[in-house]
């Protein structure tokens, strides 16, 4: 699709400063790409000769075979889905390398200091994706995705900043085709403070509007329902928490937040019908891991089991996928055999957080709450900050 804008040689004088600091072997980097390209059909044949004796970058720093060995792993016994996986994280590949050369062509020549350099390439990746965002697929994300986290375990951060900002501008170009409350999400997701996110609920819970930002900057908020708003930030994040492995858990960790602020702001507190999910059953991994917090006196101690668990550890470490390697039985409240005979999925923060509510409005709803409660309403706020700082820092 961007084939032909990337052929060309990237120009000698394009920027170094900025992107070659971040990407500098960028055009020797996408050569080999291409020549990994044509080598797809002798893969099919010998795939195992080519992955122990090739390595190619596709990028500037990001090696296709790990890249596409990952995915492999996971997915050995069918070979059909891993070459479409291959064909995908290619193609996807192609297209961002393309975005990066276009974002070069227009830096290039340009003489500013660093302070200036974050809003050029901020600017550029604007003017680059908002005249692509309708050709782009899921094929494009999914490459961006996978190269953030490889940045990530490389802890590259220059790399990962500015996937992050070509990642952070799509996302926005397509928020603005969707419907009002799904466009809230998208502002709320990038609002860092709390006292912000309030505010702006304010304003779309009255209508909305042309405001005054940052610099004297107008900006437009849409007016949207917040029960519109939590339910859809629930379904997003429900989504994200049924899978086995996370993609994103800054990303879920905004999204638990603008649902229980937007449910804060409705106001009808933690009995109100509208928040009620409608668990039956309680999930087996949130009641074992909340009877632990509740064993234990409030402090430093339970707070260091929350952020291990909202961070993706312990409890809450994701599942292999593997089942062979796996051999723990799965257990269910109380250490009891689970109903189902399936391994229950690890802590999530957005059940956990909802684990949480549903227990206290069993409370609640008696007629003696005691230090239970007190003791609930701990790990509810304390978990809310935990999420804060994964979130935005």
């Known amino acids: 699709m961007f084939g032909a804008s990337i052929l060309s040689p990237i120009p000698t004088q394009c920027y170094p400063n900025f992107f070659h600091s971040y990407f500098p072997n960028l055009n020797s980097s996408y050569q080999r790409y291409l020549k990994l390209n044509k080598l797809k059909e002798k893969e099919k044949k010998n795939r195992l000769i080519v992955l122990s004796d090739t390595s190619y970058e596709v990028g500037g720093g990001f090696p296709v075979d790990e890249l596409l060995n990952r995915n492999e792993r996971e997915s050995s016994d069918n070979n059909s889905d891993t070459s479409a996986q291959r064909e995908a994280l290619l193609k996807g590949g192609d297209q961002v390398i393309s975005v990066m050369q276009e974002m070069i062509t227009l830096l290039e020549d340009m003489d500013m200091d660093e302070e200036s350099e974050k809003i050029a390439v901020e600017l550029a990746a604007q003017g680059v994706i908002g005249k692509r965002v309708d050709q782009m697929e899921n094929d ?64 779309v819970a009255a209508g909305g509007g042309l405001f005054k930002g940052e610099n004297d900057l107008k900006i437009h908020i849409p007016g949207a329902n917040l029960n519109d708003i939590a339910n859809q930030a629930d379904d997003l994040l429900e989504t994200m928490e049924t899978r086995p492995i996370v993609p994103d858990r800054k990303l879920l960790a905004r999204l638990v937040l603008i649902r229980e602020e937007a449910r804060d702001m409705m106001g009808g507190g933690i ?114 900050q935990v999420l804060q700082e994964i979130a935005f820092n």
């Open 271 to 384: 009995l109100d019908e509208r928040n009620d999910r409608g668990l039956y059953t309680l999930p087996q991994a949130e009641v074992n891991f909340l009877t632990k917090l509740v064993a234990l006196k409030p402090g430093k101690i339970v707070l260091g089991m929350i952020k291990n668990v909202m961070q993706g550890k312990d409890e809450g470490a994701d599942n292999s996928g593997n089942d062979g390697e796996d051999e723990r039985v799965s257990i269910g409240i109380g250490g009891r055999a689970s109903v189902t005979g399936r391994k229950p999925l690890p802590v999530r923060p957005g059940m956990f957080l909802e684990t949480v509510s549903k227990v206290l409005s069993g409370i609640y709803a008696g007629t003696d709450s005691g230090i239970t409660a007190q003791h609930l309403e701990w790990v509810h706020q304390k978990t809310l």
């Open 140 to 203: 494009f994300m999914m490459a961006l995705d996978y190269m953030i986290q490889l940045a990530e375990q490389d802890h590259d951060d220059k790399r990962k900043s500015l996937l992050e900002v070509i990642k952070e501008t799509v996302l926005s170009h397509l928020t603005k085709k969707c419907p009002p409350h799904v466009q809230v999400i998208g502002l709320l997701c990038r609002t860092p403070k709390k006292e912000s996110r309030y505010e702006l609920l304010r304003r």
